[in-house]
């Protein structure tokens, strides 16, 4: 597995085996971080595809924090979050649309199905929550990304990310108790 | 027995305590069942948080996000060549007129201490002029009027009072 510094280093000479290594691994998760954020698969989509340009034109700028594990990461995680707060800015609520039944990996079927309305039920719960928070679980959760890191990513005090993720893990419990889930 | 904070077990939990704090929480939790219960349902909570689907991205997408990529990195492959290009070239004149120069002194035959003395001259007579025209210029204190409380002339206009 090649490093991410390596991939930013090999980048800035213009190396596409380099944008293919950055694109397998972090294509997934960014469509999925700037999906809970926009809650429309097209508009991330979109974003996505801005992103993934967006670091490309920007890589000549991109300077690795040693204070960071996933210093990289953080850093795209941060212009796929301020490109996709834009968005957010367009809208007043955000209803999740229903899962795309053709994007449903095909081996095991019935399994995933299941599991693509578990987890559009969850993204519609999430999205109850303020978009802060929402961004802070789902960085926390799906990404396993430190305080310092999420406090980078959203420009915000490593308290603020405690305290949202806290009042997130709350009201995401309050909401799963009302719902029937037995935790 | 007394329980760590809520902010405290949270960083236990996601692992943001160091090993002596970590330490200690995971003593008070061999005997607290509240604690116990607590870290739990955050395990809990997160479990229903996380995403269970593999997300599939479009070929089309895919094709599109690599176009535009491979533009935006050609091009930065050509500009990375023209500027190794125009290195070396400022390189190569450099060498040129170096050799050029020795050439040049070679045949004037002049001894290395007198050119070294014409240098200095010639050195010295550049920034004494540059040093000349920078007394020369006006300072711009000369041009501003400062008034202090109690000496403001009347005469400006708009100070008709």
């Not at chain 1, 990289?72 to 301020?82: D, L, P, S």
């Not at chain 1, 995933?112 to 719960?125: G, K, Y």
């Not at chain 2, 607590?38 to 996380?50: C, E, H, I, P, R």
């Not at chain 2, 500027?83 to 020795?102: H, I, P, R, Y």
Request: glycine fraction near 4%; charged fraction near 30%; charge should be negative.
């Amino acid at each position: 597995m090649i490093s991410d510094s390596h991939i930013a280093e090999r980048l800035r000479l213009g190396d596409e085996e380099a944008f293919s290594h950055l694109y397998e691994k972090y294509s997934a998760t960014l469509l999925d971080h700037l999906f809970h954020m926009v809650g429309k698969r097209e508009v991330a989509e979109e974003l996505l595809h801005e992103v993934f340009i967006t670091v490309l034109g920007k890589i000549n700028f991109y300077k690795e924090d040693l204070l960071l594990k996933n210093s990289f990461k953080a850093w795209i995680f941060r212009i796929a979050t301020n490109r996709a707060i834009d968005e957010i800015r367009k809208y007043k609520n955000i209803k999740f649309e229903e899962p795309n039944l053709d994007l449903v990996d095909e081996v095991d079927m019935e399994m995933n199905i299941e599991n693509l309305w578990r987890d559009h039920r969850i993204h519609e719960l999430l999205a109850m929550l303020p978009v802060v928070q929402r961004t802070f679980l789902n960085l926390k959760v799906n990404n396993d990304l430190s305080h310092m890191e999420i406090a980078r990513v959203c420009s915000c005090q490593i308290n603020t990310v405690k305290q949202g993720l806290f009042q997130a893990r709350k009201s995401l419990k309050n909401m799963l108790l009302a719902e029937g889930v037995e935790l | 027995m007394k329980h760590p904070k809520q902010s405290t077990l949270q960083d236990y939990f996601e692992n943001e305590l160091n090993e002596v704090q970590s330490g200690l929480v995971k003593g008070h939790l061999l005997d607290c069942d509240q604690c116990t219960g607590l870290l739990s349902q955050m395990a809990k909570v997160d479990t229903s948080a996380k995403k269970t689907t593999k997300t599939i991205i479009s070929d089309e997408l895919k094709s599109r996000i690599f176009s535009d990529a491979k533009v935006i990195l050609e091009a930065k492959r050509k500009k990375i060549a023209m500027a190794e290009n125009n290195s070396k070239a400022t390189e190569e004149w450099f060498q040129d007129m170096g050799a050029l120069v020795q050439n040049a002194i070679a045949e004037l035959k002049v001894p290395a201490f007198q050119l070294a003395s014409l240098s200095i001259l010639i050195a010295y007579l550049v920034t004494a002029n540059q040093v000349e025209k920078v007394i020369e210029q006006k300072p711009l204190s000369e041009e501003v009027v400062i008034y202090t409380h109690g000496e403001h002339d009347s005469s400006v206009e708009g100070d008709g009072k």
